[in-house]
């Protein structure tokens, strides 16, 4: 069992910045793929960026390439996410995730072990 904490939402304006954390306990999450998803209200849960057990892969939703930088740090059993240039539409609920086989990193339900969310809000 893996268990993911995630931190570091909060309200911003328009253009500013944040920087969303995931702790995880119970294993080591090097053996993990790990991703970020988010789901604003009304909407379906989509992905937003994953990252490689080693972290030397990353990649993104074309919605937020360029501007959010997803990270691990193996050591300290963490994965953040630096969002830049933050717009409305992307306020949502952003959770983070751990995927033991990999088989597709874009689909939600591949992924094993879920946080509780941590809230982004963007205003303009």
């Known amino acids: 069992q893996v268990q993911l904490v995630e931190s570091g939402g909060g309200l911003v304006q328009a253009g500013g910045s944040l920087r969303l954390s995931c702790a995880a306990s119970?294993?080591?999450?090097?053996?993990?793929?790990m991703g970020w998803f988010r789901q604003a209200p009304g909407k379906e849960r989509e992905f937003v960026a994953a990252?490689?057990?080693?972290?030397?892969?990353?990649y993104y939703a074309d919605s937020v390439k360029g501007r959010f930088t997803i990270s691990r740090d193996n050591a300290k059993n963490t994965v953040s996410l630096q969002m830049n240039s933050l717009k409305p539409e992307d306020t949502a609920l952003y959770y983070c995730?751990?995927?033991?086989?990999?088989?597709?990193?874009?689909?939600?339900?591949?992924?094993?072990?879920w946080g509780q969310g941590t809230q982004v809000t963007v205003s303009s």
């Open positions: 990252i490689s057990r080693d972290g030397g892969g990353a």
């Open positions: 119970g294993r080591t999450l090097t053996r993990y793929f």
């Open positions: 995730a751990a995927d033991l086989f990999n088989n597709n990193r874009y689909n939600q339900y591949e992924y094993d072990y």
